[in-house]
């Protein structure tokens, strides 16, 4: 809404200037109005979508009318299906009259949206895509996943590396149980973090004047942290305690729930899209978007750019260790635990798509994560939970990572260059093809 705000004023000049200026080249304003009007129709089809499934809506801060109207008459799924590919349509031929740039690079993302609502809306309606069609359709992506045969040798390495009794998932989980933070430390722990995460971003990205977040632990999730952004630079952190936190998790959803992560973007989209350009269809965030592959990707990546090894390292030994009443000289043998481990990370995409694709059953999926993982029964059992949940979303994760961190670290530039590269992913209307080479 905030382009009509701005017109206001124009429209009161006009008659006043009209015998002496040249006219308005009808052709010139077209394409950006038909932009205009498209994002307004986008706004209410996809505010219409989530009264048709609770979680569509992941954040909306535009005109409280909006969501109010579409509440008391939402369209059928057929009609809001027809009116995501009609507004396709329409963007498709505003797109050759587009004469600068931004109205391009707008236009393709707003298109990006309204094929992943039509993919979503399709799948509300039950029906069923192969796991790649499904996130090419929502993520405008497709991941390149590797077979599980790649990670077997990384297990038998690790085998050799981390001996004793049991499995090797065992062994590992309860090595990693040693590192668990007490209940009665999470608050201390994760202040901590937060400010260190916030501190480090604030050095490199210039963050809004009053943006704030409260942050609440709670249980009867499938996610370990989640980001509710409440417009007006102010989010809702919430920290899942239905499985005991490792010391790990302090940093990594401090950065990627808050900053540079979650919060930091939405900060930037508001603050320099909705409300700078006035492009209200800012104000709305779909959960099923391209925007969600670079919004994981760089929120994981950000714990990485924010603390490099050896810096993260060092402040969780010197500073969240003894918050959290455990023994910074073990820091490092957890800490190379987490190094030799990552690399087995990707194995859960394509666990997920075997899974989705049917090539395995649930049982299978859960035996997988826990062999490929080295998790815990329970923590197997959330990993797969969150698959049934949220299904191609997964992939937003480590693939969207891959895409954020090879975008910022081509060419090997200095971390400056790296945090500048970061901000322009939060800030511009940017697509997971345009991170590529």
């Known amino acids: ?32 109005s038909a932009l205009r009007e498209i ?13 048709h499934e609770a979680e569509y809506v992941d954040a909306y801060y535009g005109p409280a009318a909006l969501q109010e109207a579409a509440k008391a008459a939402p369209r059928h799924l057929d009609a809001l299906l027809a009116d995501a590919r009609a507004l396709t349509v329409r963007i498709d031929k505003a797109l ?19 094929v992943a609502a039509e993919t979503r809306l399709q799948m509300l309606q039950g029906k069923k895509f192969a796991f790649n069609d499904e996130a090419k359709g929502q993520f405008a992506t497709i991941p390149d996943l590797k077979p599980l045969a790649h990670y077997d040798a990384l297990l038998a390495d690790l085998e050799k590396l981390i001996p004793g009794e049991g499995s090797l998932a065992s062994r590992v989980d309860a090595f990693n149980d040693r590192y668990i933070i007490p209940k009665v430390k999470l608050q201390p722990v994760f202040d901590a973090a937060i400010a260190e995460c916030k501190r480090r971003t604030a050095q490199q990205i210039a963050l809004p004047q009053g943006e704030t977040f409260t942050m609440e632990f709670v249980t ?10 409440k417009g007006n630079y102010k989010s809702l952190i919430q ?3 239905d499985l005991p936190i490792r010391i790990s998790r302090a940093v990594d959803l401090g950065c990627h729930e808050g900053y540079p992560g979650h919060h930091v973007l939405n900060l930037l989209v508001e603050e320099r899209l909705a409300r700078a350009k006035g492009w209200n269809e800012y104000e709305v965030n779909p959960l099923y978007s391209p925007t969600s592959a670079l919004s994981e990707g760089s929120a994981n990546y950000g714990i990485d750019l924010a603390f490099p090894g050896p810096e993260r390292l060092a402040f969780e030994r010197d500073i969240l260790y003894p918050l959290a009443g455990l023994d910074p000289q073990s820091a490092e043998a957890y800490w190379k635990m987490q190094q030799m481990t990552e690399a087995l990370s990707g194995a859960r995409l394509t666990i997920a798509k075997m899974y989705l694709d049917g ?5 299978q999926a859960l035996r997988l994560t826990q062999k490929y993982l080295l998790l815990s029964t329970a923590r197997a059992e959330q990993s797969v ?27 090997n530039p200095d971390a400056a260059t790296r945090w500048r590269r970061m901000e322009k992913i939060l800030s511009e209307p940017t697509q997971p093809s345009d991170l590529l080479p």
């Open 1 to 32: 809404m905030k382009y009509r705000n701005l017109l206001l004023p124009l429209m009161l000049v006009i008659p006043a200037c009209t015998t002496t200026s040249a006219p308005t080249s009808p052709s010139a304003e077209a394409p950006t």
């Open 39 to 51: 994002a307004d129709a986008y706004i209410k089809l996809t505010l219409e979508a989530g009264t």
């Open 96 to 114: 050759p009259a587009l004469s600068n740039d931004t109205d391009r690079r707008r236009a393709r993302a707003l298109r990006g949206m309204l």
């Open 220 to 229: 009867g999730k499938t996610w370990s942290g989640y980001n509710y952004y």
């Open 239 to 241: 920290i899942n305690t």
């Open 359 to 363: 090539e395995v059953d649930r049982a």
């Open 385 to 411: 939970g969150f698959t049934d949940h949220y299904r191609s979303y997964v992939i937003n994760y480590g693939w969207g990572k891959d895409l954020v961190r090879n975008y910022a670290e081509r060419g």
